[in-house]
């Protein structure tokens, strides 16, 4: 096994936002390994995450946005638990974090649940024309459009989008992180985005 130093414990600290007594208790487990330590850490922190769904996050911050040149701007409301954590550096890069990615991303909704369903229905119709059109038998027509639905969602909902600054993570991702990172339930309540002339 490979010794961990403070140095190691550090680094994974810094890039995971996690305490140093998970940091290190992850590095023992990958034997060293950094990135199977962030995946442990990540898991983890899904696992945590998903523990504290249920509990009530009624404090928090609207968080502002204004692009420069003053054409568009983003209001957001995230809420935790607590005003202690709405007020820690974390939560509140994380609340700016979102309003930046929404001025540039356009979301249309939070989840899934919360995106029209008239919208839905219109789009998944022109999705079946396309695919009838293109000559797929009758029974594939569904499998390609549910596809095509699902790549529509995570273009249009705030949590499925790629989060613009590491499109390797998507917003959801980026949100069970700082879950785990703030140790409290945290949820983007709703959003406005407004650009001159819209």
């Known amino acids: ?26 590095l023992q ?14 898991k983890k922190g899904i696992a945590k995450a998903a523990k504290r769904a249920d509990r009530v996050a009624n404090e928090g911050v609207v968080m ?10 983003v ?16 939560f509140q890069a994380f609340a700016k974090n979102v309003a ?5 991303s356009a979301p249309v909704a939070i989840k899934r649940e919360d995106v029209d369903q ?12 396309q695919a009838l059109a293109s000559g797929k038998p009758e029974h594939i027509v ?3 459009v549910q596809g095509r639905l699902d790549k529509y969602y995570s273009e249009i909902c705030l949590l499925e989008q790629a989060y613009v600054k590491d499109p390797d993570k ?3 991702d980026l949100l069970t992180e700082t879950i785990a990172q703030v140790g409290e339930n945290v949820t983007i309540r709703r959003f406005a985005r407004f650009r001159i002339g819209e």
Do not use: W
Not at 34 to 41: P, Q, V
């Open 170 to 172: 998507s917003i959801q």
């Open 29 to 42: 487990e990958s034997g060293g390994d950094f990135d199977k330590a962030m995946d442990i850490l990540r």
């Open 100 to 104: 930046m990615h929404i001025a540039a």
């Open 142 to 144: 569904e499998k390609i």
């Open 64 to 73: 502002s946005y204004i692009h420069p040149g003053s054409k568009l701007g």
């Open 75 to 90: 209001l957001v409301e995230v809420n935790c638990e607590t005003d202690f954590v709405a007020n820690t550096d974390g």
């Open 1 to 26: 096994m490979a010794d961990i130093t403070a140095a190691m414990v550090k680094e994974l600290r810094d890039k995971s936002g996690v305490g140093m007594m998970d940091c290190k208790k992850a």
């Open 118 to 129: 008239e919208m839905v229905d219109k789009e998944m119709n022109i999705l079946k024309e």
